[in-house]
């Protein structure tokens, strides 16, 4: 059974930074793309950062180039996402998430509020 465990999130101030961890279990973590997503509230979710099971191709959404980072340790069947100068939009539940075609698995996320 795909599962995930996420943790990291907290209320952080505008300008700070978290990490984010999510581990993985019930597929090969090593052989998927891992993605992070987030939904604030009263929005759609939408795609974070994803990182491809092989190399070091990622994407990011627009508004968190250069500031957030995807990464994993196929060792630990953990992916995280670094985050640095976060702005209140950041705000949102973000959650861990793989494509294991044709289904969509999802992790129970953890909250990241930016608050002064």
């Known amino acids: 059974q795909v599962s995930f465990v996420e943790s990291g999130g907290a209320v952080v101030q505008p300008g700070g930074s978290l990490r984010l961890s999510c581990v993985a279990s019930g597929y090969s973590f090593r052989t998927y793309t891992i993605s992070w997503y987030r939904q604030a509230p009263g929005k759609e979710r939408e795609l974070v950062a994803s990182l491809a099971a092989i190399g070091s191709n990622s994407r990011y959404h627009n508004s968190v180039k250069g500031r957030f980072t995807i990464s994993r340790d196929n060792s630990r069947n953990t992916a995280y996402l670094q985050m640095h100068r976060l702005e209140p939009e950041a705000t949102a539940d973000y959650s861990c998430?793989?494509?294991?075609?044709?289904?969509?698995?999802w992790g129970q996320g953890t909250q990241v509020t930016v608050s002064p």
């Open positions: 998430s793989v494509l294991l075609p044709p289904a969509r698995f």
